[in-house]
């Protein structure tokens, strides 16, 4: 439905190595890179950018898909571990559906980054 979106960071180089942390075990890497700007995303094709200058306020909510379970509880850890702050640990969150199993974090600027599972397991 998207094809993709660009959030801007405040800091470029701390977001920068944020998302490169987080998203890797989601399988994105960096695909384009213009100046302080870059284009994360898997099979050469970039969906989600981020760019320096005045970050989005209030901030977002972003959700990347993930393939299964044990995947959302490696992207919470590299998050956390990439300068992240818990904002909810891996787990079903059965109110949105009976499948639904995420988690998520708070990234440099305040914007609520989830990886979410929506397959049976």
């Known amino acids: 439905m ?7 960071v405040a800091d470029f180089d701390v977001s920068r ?4 942390e987080a998203l890797r075990p989601l399988r994105y890497e960096v695909v384009l890179e ?3 700007a870059v284009g994360f995303g898997t099979n050469g ?12 306020k209030p901030p977002i909510h972003l959700a ?6 044990p995947t959302v509880d490696a992207f919470y850890d590299a998050a956390l571990g990439s ?8 787990g079903l969150r059965t109110g949105y559906h009976p499948n639904y199993y995420g988690a998520f974090v708070i990234d440099p600027d305040g914007h609520n980054i989830e ?3 929506h397959e049976e397991c």
Request: aromatic share 12%.
């Open 2 to 8: 998207l094809d993709h979106l660009i959030v801007t």
């Open 64 to 69: 990347f898909r993930s393939p299964d379970r």
């Open 83 to 90: 300068g992240g702050k818990d904002n909810g640990p891996p």
């Open 45 to 56: 094709k970039p969906e989600f950018f981020i760019r320096e200058g005045e970050p989005l």
């Open 17 to 20: 190595k944020f998302y490169l």
């Open 34 to 36: 213009m100046g302080r």
């Open 115 to 117: 990886a979410v599972c």
